[in-house]
């Protein structure tokens, strides 16, 4: 049976156009997690992992504009309340659909820290995007007022944009572990984890980041020794060139192929780069690994090779 990890970008949890409700957010999640049940019922062993960006940063919005009335909660707080929260809808929503197959596997999520270096460089160079989208007009004025640091996200728009240090090490690795083994479906490292460092005594404390949940879902995949790292995003492949004349899709490539690619450019910081930069590491880490990035809708056709985007030693 292969041990699978599925990185879930923000589509699977939250549709464009639709309320940013939570009762909307559990109606997207349902409709993904018959995709997820479509893959259990393959027979992998399946973690779950999911981005938070705009569920963060509608919670430290939330914060901030009540801070009159109660104090705001400091960032990695509200990198806690996403994991909690999106993991509720997805245990809530996964479990009903599997009920509904005759599955009785059960779902259960993991509130994950994830250490980081203090001294990491993109601490100095905030890149990851969180919160909705501006008109540059409004992001502008958004920075002015307060401070924030504001960036075009991949032509769809600006948001806010916060450090994104790489992951060293998953605090609650034993127990997603333990879980998998004994037949559940775990989630973890949602958001990428909650960001902590450690002090001089070796005790951590959170920080304020958002760690990339590609790269982190990388970290776990390695860490629980998984056959395949599954990244689930808005586009059934990966392209060169996209959206510009010469745009190409690539089917299967190796390391030193999507390394090419990088060096050349072709791929978004924030958006693409960190998704085959995370299936590279993984893909390097241990021979026979693969690691597909692909659409939700094309998941299974992926994993047999039908559809997406392999990278392969």
Sequence with gaps: MEKLVIALGGNALQEAGKPATAESQLEVV????????DIIQQGYKVVLAHGNGPQVGRIVLQNEAACDVTPAMPFDVCGAMSQGMIGYHMQQA???VLKKRGNDKKVATVVTQVVVSADDPMFKNPT???GPFYSEEEAKKIAEERGFVM???SGRGWRRVVASPKPVEIIEIDAVRCLLDNGFIPISVGG???PVVRDANGDIEGTAAVIDKDL???KLA????ADVLLILTAVEQVSINF???GEKKLDNITVAEAEQYIAEGHFAPGSMLPKVQAAIMFANSKPGRRAIITSLDMAVEALHSRAGTTITK
């Design 30 to 37: 349902e409709k993904t997690s018959e995709f997820i049940a």
């Design 94 to 96: 996964l479990s009903k």
């Design 128 to 130: 990851k995007p969180i």
């Design 151 to 153: 960036k075009e996200d």
């Design 192 to 194: 990428g984890g909650i």
């Design 216 to 218: 982190a879902s990388e």
């Design 222 to 225: 390695e860490e629980l020794n």
């Design 243 to 245: 959206k510009k004349p």
